[in-house]
């Protein structure tokens, strides 16, 4: 399984970035999608989810800026966040596994190298 996530960088309180996640390896179509970040200083937390089904779930805080999306026929994930703050400033990884709740509680042993995204004036 290899995961290989992009689109991060420095943006402004209030911007916008979209995070790709690329996945080869595995079965795509078959596997639980999803983003976890690591702020610094702070445990390694869920973001978002994409089910084989299409269904999605978030966190709490990102609900309303941020959205997960997948294309199975390009085995590619996106995490297209909105109206971000600076308290969103934080490694964003991609991670994948066919059990939902072992993907969702972040114990899937499939993790990208992960994207820097830091949001500051």
């Known amino acids: 399984v290899q995961l290989v996530e992009s689109g991060g960088g420095l943006v402004q309180p209030g911007g916008s970035l979209r995070l790709s996640c690329a996945g080869s390896g595995f079965t795509f179509s078959s596997n639980v999608m999803a983003w976890f970040r690591r702020a610094p200083g702070k445990e390694r937390e869920f973001v978002a989810a994409s089910g084989y089904s299409g269904e999605t779930s978030y966190t709490d805080s990102v609900k309303g800026r941020f959205t997960i999306s997948r294309d199975n026929s390009k085995n590619m994930v996106y995490l297209q966040m909105n109206s971000l703050k600076p308290e969103d400033t934080a490694i964003y990884y991609c991670?994948?596994?066919?059990?939902?709740?072992?993907?969702?509680?972040?114990?899937?042993?499939?993790w990208g190298q992960g994207t820097q995204v830091t949001v500051s004036s």
């Open positions: 991670t994948t596994g066919p059990i939902v709740r072992a993907v969702v509680a972040g114990l899937s042993g499939s």
